[in-house]
């Protein structure tokens, strides 16, 4: 089972994609999608939409998982967040992906084992449950956090 973890965010979109055999876990790939945040939306969520089309073409994933929404406490921003997620998970949609969403307690608590952990806390966790992993940046590890919490998870 190939697993796309997503990591949404209008500034930088996070991906991450393993490999699941029975309990065992392996990394395939990961990366970050980042807009110009001079260009007018409608061009950032293209492009959100494009590269996370072409890594769905790429890696072919059997499915794919993202963190649910949570609220800001400034509304621009849920807004912003909100059209980024659309824009990744229409990619998905297209490529008829199954799509799973995981609360960030629930992540972290897949990952490090408790819901209240910290961003470093699932860094390090990482590096121990995928073994020489080279991670192109914090959305990048967050959304590998995601496709590792789907593959313990079982897509719920």
């Not at 990394?27 to 939409?49: E, I, Y």
């Amino acid at each position: 089972m190939i697993i796309l973890g997503l990591d949404p965010s209008l500034s930088c979109t996070g991906w991450g994609i393993v490999r699941s055999e029975g309990a065992r876990l392996s990394h395939v790939a990961n990366g970050q999608v980042a807009t110009d945040a001079g260009s007018p939306m409608a061009a950032r969520l293209h492009h959100l939409h494009d590269a996370i089309a072409a890594v769905i073409g790429t890696h072919a994933p059997d499915r794919a998982a993202v963190e649910e929404v949570f609220l800001n406490k400034n509304p621009q921003s849920t807004l912003k967040l909100a059209q980024a997620r659309g824009a990744v998970l229409a990619a998905c949609g297209r490529a008829s992906l199954p799509v799973a969403e995981h609360a960030a307690r629930l992540v972290k608590k897949a990952v490090v084992g408790t819901g209240a952990a910290e961003k470093a806390q699932v860094q390090a966790m990482l590096k121990v449950l995928l073994p020489g992993v080279s991670v192109a940046g914090a959305d990048a590890a967050d959304a590998l956090a995601v496709a590792i919490a789907d593959a313990h998870l079982g897509g719920s």
